[in-house]
């Protein structure tokens, strides 16, 4: 699909690493006036970076669009299944936390409405939640050698 200047929008080389892709992520985000982490690398796994909880929520959702070209393509199997599940409990989280039109995922992910993430809850809730999914996640992750 071209662009507004009438080239082609990027898209992510397959032979980059998740590593490579997420730090581009990053960068990317940083570059569109998002402050946030490098990924973590943790052995076998690597997770994304996280956006500084002061970032402005006008900004935060027109930088993910901007930068989604960056973004590993999802993992199947037990992976997926563990974060489609963790997903879940994440949004019952942010309606808990005070974001009260937080969506369920869909198949392909959360897509969250601009106003969602202008909630006033929305960024303390979103690090509480995160926190506690990516616990979660870290404990009940299969190792990388699993199949369904």
Do not use: I, W
Not at 12 to 20: E, G, I, Q, W, Y
């Amino acid at each position: 699909m071209a662009s507004v200047g009438g080239t082609a929008a990027p898209s992510a080389t397959p032979s980059l690493s998740r590593l490579d892709l997420l730090t581009r992520f990053s960068q990317c985000m940083r570059e569109h006036g998002v402050p946030m982490t490098d990924p973590e690398v943790d052995g076998d796994t690597v997770r994304q970076g996280h956006a500084d909880k002061g970032a402005a929520r006008d900004k935060l959702f027109p930088a993910e669009d901007a930068c989604k070209q960056y973004r590993p393509a999802q993992e199947v199997g037990p992976v997926m299944d563990l974060k489609n599940e963790l997903a879940r409990q994440e949004a019952r989280c942010m309606r808990e936390h005070g974001v009260e039109n937080y969506p369920d995922p869909g198949p392909d992910g959360t897509r969250v409405p601009s106003e969602v993430g202008a909630d006033p809850d929305f960024m303390d809730a979103r690090e509480t939640c995160r926190a506690q999914t990516d616990a979660e996640f870290a404990s009940r992750a299969p190792s990388p050698g699993a199949t369904r």
